[in-house]
């Protein structure tokens, strides 16, 4: 059950069907998740995909995150791997902290928090508005670009590069990489597989490096040389370099390609933001808050009754953050992007101990994208709404998004 | 969050955890951001005594 094919079929009824990878819902997924939501079963069920529970009320979603001695990061990914797959020598690598649960997932964070604290990734800012406005010198003659794939897709790849230290002209392998784990290889495994293989076979090198040629200020190489405080082995470093980078990149290339898409259809919010830059604080937050991009995985660790559903030992629970966020219950006009919003305690960062580590720059990433993008370019529109193309799944974002100015 | 609402009140350590700045009472002038950071805290984790 990890095709496209073995999956098809028309959903009559996304309570006991829905489709993760049915390509309407990967286009527009909220009114399937406003359907389930205000159903009868809040928290639906499909045999789709391996098979998964999908609660899209904002408590149900938080209250599960939280609980997570019984709902278990020890798989992230939506879709299972198929059984017997060989991974050769990189079996036991995983994505620390996100894939790991307590006892050690206290010590695989705290490693990595302080890299990402907002007075970290505040030196990043002044590159990002470089990178950004280079980007937008390429096209801004031409008169139309994609917002997609010209823009969004090549900042977070390049912020990450350089934060891992690691060659930022490699960015159109890593995105390639990167997209074969998330994307493309959530419904065929053998570029699943492929894609991992050359993300750790990559970093491996990147690792034996740092250990003949130390340097200084390199998260690898301090990683590598915090074995004094922490049980740090190389699979550990290993598996936060694939975390970063399949983490990193896909997740926020999707929110300021969402956040473009809005902005090209309307016209008083790029005005609003024009006239009122201390809104952007809060326009971030509902932005994100509006389209979420990640949904991330479950794995029930013994049997259990939640909200009236038996789940049972080893089922998947799909927490769909872009559902919890369009919940009526938790926010007024949830349709609605309110840039002032005053009530928004969104979760598109997940929620508990899992709760994204590289928040902060990723707020910083989107702000500046779009903050420059309108300054060079404050007037824009979707050149064909209907051709613009979107990844779903474990990611929600647009791909192809073209514009004109 | 917080320290983004109510930079005057709220920093952040070096592993990015959130602290109170300021020792006692807010002042009045910084109650409306405080409250703004209090409804936007994701993780529900301001209490305000009053």
């Known amino acids: 059950m990890t095709t496209l094919e073995e999956n098809a079929g028309p959903v009559n009824d996304p309570t ?12 527009d997924p909220y009114p399937t998740m406003h359907e389930i939501r205000e159903s009868k079963c809040p928290i639906a069920h499909s045999d789709r995909w391996g098979g998964s ?42 994505a620390p902290p996100i894939s790991s649960d307590p006892p050690d997932h206290h010590w695989h ?37 994609d917002a997609g794939t010209d823009y969004a897709q090549q900042i977070p790849v390049r912020v990450i590069a350089t934060m891992l230290g690691v060659p930022i002209e490699m960015s159109d392998e890593f995105t390639s990489w990167v997209r074969g784990v998330l994307e493309l290889g959530l419904t065929d495994p053998k570029v699943r597989l492929e894609s991992r293989l050359k993300i750790l076979t990559f970093f491996q ?37 694939n975390l970063m980078l399949v983490a990193g990149i896909d997740t926020t290339w999707s929110a300021i390609g969402s956040s473009l898409w809005h902005l090209a259809q309307h016209p008083e919010h790029r005005q609003q933001l024009r006239a009122h830059p201390d809104l952007w604080p809060t326009a971030i937050e509902e932005l994100l808050r509006a389209y979420s991009p990640v949904t991330m995985a479950r794995i029930v660790d013994r049997d259990t009754e939640f909200q009236g559903c038996p789940m049972k030992a080893g089922d998947r629970i799909l927490m769909s953050f872009p559902a919890a966020n369009r919940d009526p219950r938790q ?7 309110i840039l002032d919003r005053e009530h928004n305690r969104h979760v598109a960062f997940g929620s508990g101990i899992h709760r994204c580590a590289g928040s ?30 979107w990844a ?9 998004c073209r514009v004109r100015f | 969050m917080c320290s983004i609402a109510a930079p005057e009140v709220f920093g952040s350590d070096e592993l990015g955890h959130a602290t109170v700045l300021i020792p006692g009472d807010v002042p009045a002038e910084l109650h409306r951001k405080v409250r ?15």
Not at chain 1, 16 to 27: H, Q
Not at chain 1, 62 to 81: G, K, L
Not at chain 1, 205 to 234: A, C, H, M, W
């Open chain 1, 205 to 241: 090198k990147q690792l034996e490096d740092r250990k003949q040629n130390p340097r200084e200020n390199d998260l690898i190489t301090d990683l590598l040389n915090s074995g004094d405080k922490y049980p740090v082995t190389d699979q550990y470093v290993l598996g936060v370099c």
């Open chain 2, 36 to 50: 703004r950071a209090q409804a936007n805290c994701p993780e529900d984790a301001i209490i305000i005594e009053e």
């Open chain 1, 53 to 94: 529970w999908l609660p899209t009320r904002y408590g149900d979603v938080v209250a599960i995150a939280q609980e997570h001695e019984i709902f278990t990061s020890r798989e992230i990914i939506v879709t299972p791997r198929p059984a017997g797959q060989v991974e050769g020598p990189y079996a036991g690598v995983a």
């Open chain 1, 331 to 337: 926010f007024e006009n949830p349709d609605d992007v």
């Open chain 1, 360 to 389: 902060n720059l990723a707020r910083l990433e989107l702000r500046v994208a779009l903050q420059v993008w309108l300054e060079r370019i404050p007037e824009f529109s979707l050149i064909d709404p209907a051709s613009v193309t």
């Open chain 1, 109 to 145: 964070r705290r490693l990595i928090l302080p890299v990402f604290a907002p007075q970290s990734v505040a030196k990043y800012e002044q590159g990002t508005r470089d990178l950004c406005n280079q980007l937008i010198d390429k096209f801004i003659d031409r008169g139309e670009a």
């Open chain 1, 392 to 400: 779903g799944g474990q990611v929600h974002g647009p791909r192809i």
């Open chain 1, 16 to 27: 006991t069907d829905y489709n993760i990878f049915d390509p309407e819902f990967v286009r």
